[in-house]
């Protein structure tokens, strides 16, 4: 959030019964914090995809295929 300030008027006002348009989220992509993109991992710590499929290695990019694929057998 670029303010939290502005977070914590945007809240209140939701909790106030107003109507508000709750855009505290920045367009600001050095302003994310975390594992966003991040690719320097060990893989015990890795996300897990559990198919019938017999692939050790799935690319991110290969997901949306792979379950748009299980969903239509």
């Known amino acids: 959030m670029t303010s939290k300030a502005r977070a914590a008027y945007k809240l209140a ?3 106030a019964g107003f ?5 505290v989220i920045p367009l600001d992509a050095t302003l994310i914090k975390g594992s966003h993109g991040r690719t320097n ?6 996300a897990v995809l559990i198919t019938d499929d017999a692939e050790k290695d799935v690319q991110p990019t290969d997901v949306f295929d792979i379950i748009w694929n299980s969903l239509h057998k």
Do not use: F, G, N, S
């Open 41 to 46: 991992i060990d893989d015990e710590y890795k």
């Open 13 to 15: 006002r939701k909790l």
């Open 19 to 23: 109507r508000y348009v709750m855009d």
